[in-house]
């Protein structure tokens, strides 16, 4: 699609807040907010002087790409996005649970984006978190307004009557752009809706300081999807780099979410995965004076990760000893080593009798080349550790580490989240 080029400027000048220029498209508008600084400047005059500065504009990011200034193509017809006006509702809002229906209060903010088109009509889009709402004037058959939010209404002559789904107020909290009346913050409107099919109909009453109704609009909106919000937009020179970035965003998401899935799979397979024992040896080292044991030779046939297990017991109650396993290949060279305390303690105190007892430890050991090995054993007793000790040794094969799996799974989890939320900044 060819790019979109910008709709005439009725005038273009410099703020008088921050030196950005400011362009003016709608020959009635009377002031211009300037998105970088918030200084409002009147548009018709020709110094365009300041009358007004709005807080930081930094506060009220827009919710994803659209801007003022942006071009687009609603059927066939050429617009520009004009302004932005940040609302924030108070509201009593109807919901429909399991056969019951009640009402709730909410506080909501959403931006609504005026769009001029070539030919000086208005259309409208709004925004919140949740997406994206278009939005049209239109003159309904049998205006009113409701006194209450437990109404049921219909503005359309032949139509059956709906329950109001919101109402209450909203005021203006921020805004940037062209405006073609006296805006500004703190302005109020009240509203009600209600829905018919896919569309809502909202009627918005406009109020004067006073709080007096001084002006009615009535708007036919229905939620839009952002591709269709993007094919909108596609022509704008900006929109490119938008979609590119989108893409980029998704597809780095989607990458993490299937490493995500395959760590997952591979860690829940690594702890129910049984290990299958190659060697297991063990002796009792009757007294103080047996401190070491030699095991028979034994076959670890291939390369990589095994798991040495100790275990340890004693027959004299509270005593600790520390053994030390050395793994030795043929040569009698030491190629790893496990350590580890063993101990059992028991008694009484004032909730009755305890216990607590070590009597196991192990440790992965990679293994760089298969062959024949043994252990040497080693324990050093405490000093009261006069019984017997018994001490075993097991070599496990099919060792998978869990905590880079578990790791893996966090890690991926969470740049996954990442990546998607980035995207629905460009969404």
């Known amino acids: 699609m060819a790019e979109l080029k910008s709709i005439n400027t009725v005038a273009q000048f410099n703020c008088g807040g921050c030196g950005s220029t400011l362009s003016v498209v709608n020959r ?22 300041v009358i007004m500065k709005l807080p930081d504009p930094k506060r009220f990011k827009p919710f994803s790409f659209m801007k003022v200034g942006m071009m687009a193509v609603v059927d066939g017809m050429k617009y520009q996005v004009i302004a932005r006006t940040r ?3 108070t509201y009593v809002e109807r919901w429909v649970e399991d056969g019951e229906t009640g009402y709730s209060n909410e506080i909501w903010e959403y931006d609504t984006y005026t769009l001029l088109s070539e030919y000086f009509t208005y259309l409208y889009i709004s925004e919140d978190k949740e997406g994206f709402f278009s939005g049209e004037e239109y003159l309904p058959d049998k205006p009113r307004i409701p006194n209450n939010h437990l109404e049921f209404v219909s503005l359309t002559k032949g139509k059956s009557t709906e329950p109001i789904q919101e109402m209450g107020t909203a005021k203006v ?34 109020l004067n300081k006073k ?3 001084k002006e009615i609009e009535f708007f036919k909106e229905k939620k839009m999807k952002v591709n269709e919000v993007l094919e909108y937009f596609k022509g704008d020179p900006g929109i490119y780099d938008i979609l590119q970035k989108r893409r980029m965003f998704q597809f780095l998401g989607a990458l993490c979410g299937i490493t995500f899935a395959v760590f997952l799979i591979s860690m829940i397979f690594s702890f129910i995965k049984p290990e299958s024992a ?23 046939p ?40 063993f101990y059992r303690y028991s008694g009484y105190d004032s909730d009755g009798y305890w216990s607590e007892a070590k009597l196991e430890n192990s440790k992965i050991v990679k293994l760089k080349e298969p062959g024949t090995f043994r252990a040497q054993i080693f324990i050093k007793r405490d000093l009261i550790n006069s019984g017997s000790v018994n001490i075993g040794i097991a070599i496990k094969k099919g060792v998978m580490l869990s905590r880079y799996f578990v790791i893996g799974t966090i890690l991926f989890l969470f740049s996954m989240i990442v990546f998607l939320a980035k995207g629905k900044q460009y969404k």
């Open 173 to 206: 909290i921020y805004f940037e752009g062209e405006t073609n009346y006296n805006i500004a913050v703190g302005d109020k409107i009240k509203f009600f809706s209600y829905k018919k099919g896919r569309n809502s109909f909202v009627t918005e009453s406009r």
């Open 28 to 49: 009635r508008a009377k002031h211009v907010a300037c998105q970088y600084c918030g200084s409002v400047a009147d548009a018709r005059s020709d110094a365009h002087k």
């Open 302 to 341: 291939e390369a990589g990760l095994y798991r040495v297990e100790l275990k340890g017991n004693q027959a004299q109650d509270n005593t600790w000893f520390y053994q030390m396993a050395y793994l030795i290949d043929n040569n009698g060279d030491v190629v790893n080593s496990v350590e580890g305390e």
């Open 87 to 89: 609302w924030r509702q």
């Open 278 to 300: 190659i060697f297991l040896d063990n002796t009792t080292l009757s007294t103080v004076a047996d401190s070491s044991y030699l095991t028979p030779f034994f076959e670890l």
């Open 211 to 213: 709080g007096e109704v």
